[in-house]
């Protein structure tokens, strides 16, 4: 297969146009719960991945903001880790016995 290098990167060009245009209008840091509602999980979940080194943030004095590249870069991450594929096991239903005459 032949690839017009000079196409693709006209197509990869205005790719890139399409999705920096698309977020013109969205803020460059959020806020922690902010980032939190985008990705689906509770604030508490999102400071406890900032303080694991999982998702990005900066600190402007006492107020923590996640970059929006950040959270992008955090749902890459779970596609290439396997945390994101791990399966949890269902919780075993324990059915209570049956007494019999010596129990009671």
Do not use: H, Q
């Amino acid at each position: 297969m032949i690839v017009d290098e000079a196409a693709l990167s006209v197509f990869i060009d205005d790719r890139v146009r399409a999705v920096l245009a698309e977020r013109v209008d969205e803020p460059v840091l959020l806020k922690v719960s902010e980032a939190a509602r985008l990705l689906g999980m509770s604030s508490r979940t999102a400071y406890d991945r900032i303080r694991a080194g999982r998702l990005r943030c900066v600190k402007d004095g006492s107020v923590m903001r996640v970059p929006r590249v950040a959270v992008d870069e955090y749902v890459a991450e779970l596609g290439s880790d396997g945390e994101s594929r791990r399966v949890v096991p269902a919780r075993r239903v324990v059915k209570p016995r049956e007494p019999n005459g010596s129990e009671w």
